[in-house]
T-cell receptor, first 114, second 113 residues
Framework: NAGVTQTPKFQVLKTGQSMTLQCAQD?????MYWYRQDPGMGLRLIYY???????DKGEVPNGYNVSRLNKREFSLRLESAAPSQTSVYFC?????????????FGQGTRLTVV | QQQVKQSPQSLIVQKGGISIINCAYE??????FPWYQQFPGKGPALLIA?????SEKKEGRFTISFNKSAKQFSLHIMDSQPGDSATYFC????????????FGPGTRLSVLP
């Protein structure tokens, strides 16, 4: 049982380059999320998808786009990378609404924009 | 009002000691308070969670204490072990929907052998 799988694990981009971060979950969860983690800032929500076919902005969506390809996959795209997007990115999934459900996180993608 | 404050930023404890991490919130609509544990190079993982209808929840060496009137909650790690060395995040949510999670900035715990 892989849980939440993210690719790649590490990436270095030049300013202005584009890339897509991939995320897949095998837990049949309806909701998926993209967070960024910066030192001293905790986890901040970029975009989320409450269910297949829907996406919504989170706290820090500027500079990003997402695609909920199917129930399993949720990708994050940086169209024109900027140094301010240097961060660790986490994908997560959950089955919301249940009393004691939890969010499961992937192992993260460490992105450096130079 | 959406912030969750967390302290201390870092904590060093001797093996066998008690680790205490505190969090505070403002939004009284929050009704779900999880703690996540993150080891270096890994994603956060749920450690323990509480709802405001109870004042304390214990799971093994980990206890959440919740003070609804003060809008504060804390994580206590009893008999701290070197394997507990990690970053701990408190969070608050309305209705346990991931899009509503507000995370604290994290506490880096080091347990010395």
């Amino acid at each position: 049982n892989a849980g939440v799988t993210q690719t790649p694990k590490f990436q270095v981009l030049k300013t202005g380059q584009s890339m897509t971060l991939q995320c897949a979950q095998d837990m049949n969860h309806n909701s998926m999320y993209w967070y960024r983690q910066d030192p001293g800032m905790g986890l901040r929500l970029i975009y989320y998808s409450a269910s297949e076919g829907t996406t919504d902005k989170g706290e820090v969506p500027n500079g990003y786009n997402v695609s909920r390809l199917n129930k399993r996959e949720f990708s994050l795209r940086l169209e024109s990378a900027a140094p301010s997007q240097t961060s660790v990115y986490f994908c997560a999934s959950s089955e919301p609404g249940r009393l004691n459900t939890e969010a499961f996180f992937g192992q993260g993608t460490r992105l450096t924009v130079v | 009002q959406q912030q969750v404050k967390q302290s201390p930023q870092s904590l060093i404890v001797q093996k066998g000691g008690i680790s205490i991490i505190n969090c505070a919130y403002e939004n009284t609509a929050f009704d779900y308070f999880p703690w996540y544990q993150q080891f270096p190079g890994k994603g956060p993982a749920l450690l323990i969670a509480i709802r405001p209808d109870v004042s304390e929840k214990k799971e093994g060496r980990f206890t959440i204490s919740f003070n609804k009137s003060a809008k504060q909650f804390s994580l206590h790690i009893m008999d701290s072990q070197p394997g507990d060395s990690a970053t701990y995040f408190c969070a608050a949510s309305i209705g346990n929907y991931g899009q509503n999670f507000v995370f604290g900035p994290g506490t880096r715990l080091s347990v010395l052998p």
